[in-house]
């Protein structure tokens, strides 16, 4: 594919993203009443043709088979701990989703030092692209991915400042081409290269982030344990909340206490999405 096609899938991928947004929470919220498609084409503002074209171009299954999946007692499992049930997967043209849980990651090794500094003096490239879950703005170092974040449109600029405070002793040159390479290898099942700036304890909790499969979830408790350290679990939970790179450090699968979605920095119901994704991928892979 060319440089071009990739921009138009992902582009076209983080509009339907946006369609139907609403129509998962209501999804979420409804889907042991069996609700009829044009009901949900009527949430997404689209005639029902043009709402079963984009639901199955996002989902990668028609809307009657979405709805009647979600009573799968796999899915129920999923909406009991917390998250929705919507089996949902993304087609997009660069990979099947079976490969998804192929997604790499090579972590570059950094010393102490580097990743306690903030970067400091290191030359990052900043940009924005397209992704099946909305805007993407993402910061790429020498040694790697150091940040990657989503937004809604027109919120980019924001979203970057978001991370110029993160590592604000930095220096920053755009170039969207290498940013939407990069989203392309992450949701392709590509080698993502990845440079942690953190320090000693934020970086045992962000690899033990990776340990949580996708389709599968964990609560905070479930990562203290996993690096020793059962009584920081509020010191987890923080150290989660900064993870810079989401969704490749799956910080989107760990839910509170009870099993309940909580929080999330880029919006509780993209969270949601991404958990529905998965859940979907993992249901439809078996």
Same mark, same amino acid.
């Given at each position: 594919? &060319? ?14 993203? $946006? ?10 919220? $409804? ?47 999923? +909406? *009991? ?7 949902? !997967? ?6 099947? %989703? ?8 090579? $972590? ?23 992704? %099946?879950?909305? !805007? ?15 937004? *809604?449109?027109?919120?980019? +600029?924001? !979203?970057?400042? *978001?991370? /110029? ?11 969207? &081409?290498?940013?939407?390479?990069? !989203? ?7 080698? /993502? ?23 599968? &979830? ?42 309940? +979605? ?13 958990? &529905?994704?998965?859940?979907? $991928? ?5």
């Amino acid at each position: 594919m &060319t440089p071009q096609t990739n921009i138009d899938i992902f582009t076209g991928a983080a509009k339907d993203y $946006h369609m139907m947004a609403d129509v998962l929470i209501y999804l979420g919220d $409804h889907w042991q009443s069996q609700p009829d498609y044009k009901k949900l084409a009527q949430l997404a503002g689209l005639s029902p043709h043009h709402f079963h074209k984009v639901f199955t171009r996002w989902t990668g299954i028609s809307p009657k088979r979405f709805i009647g999946a979600m009573a799968h007692d796999t899915a129920q499992i999923v +909406l *009991d701990e917390g998250g929705t049930v919507e089996d949902a !997967t993304y087609e997009a043209g660069l990979s099947s %989703p079976s490969r998804l849980h192929d997604l790499f990651i090579k $972590h570059q090794a950094l010393s102490p030092g580097e990743a306690k500094s903030k970067a400091q003096g290191v030359d990052m490239v900043w940009g924005v692209a397209q992704s %099946p879950f909305g !805007t993407v703005v993402a910061l790429i170092s020498p040694r790697g991915l150091c940040a990657y974040g989503f937004c *809604d449109f027109g919120d980019e +600029l924001a !979203t970057f400042n *978001d991370f /110029v405070a993160r590592y604000p002793k930095a220096n920053y040159t755009r170039n969207d &081409t290498q940013i939407m390479d990069i !989203t392309q290898c992450i949701f392709g099942g590509g080698i /993502v290269p990845i440079a942690l700036y953190g320090t000693e304890f934020q970086l045992q909790v962000w690899k033990a982030l990776l340990s949580v499969s996708a389709g599968e &979830t964990a609560r905070y408790m479930d990562i203290a344990n996993a690096i020793n350290n059962s009584k920081a679990v509020r010191a987890v939970g923080a150290a989660i909340g900064a993870n810079p790179i989401s969704w490749v450090i799956p910080c989107h699968r760990i839910l509170g206490a009870d099993k309940r +979605l909580t929080g999330y920095h880029w919006g509780v119901e993209r969270k949601r999405a991404m958990l &529905t994704f998965e859940s979907a $991928h993992k249901e439809f892979a078996a």
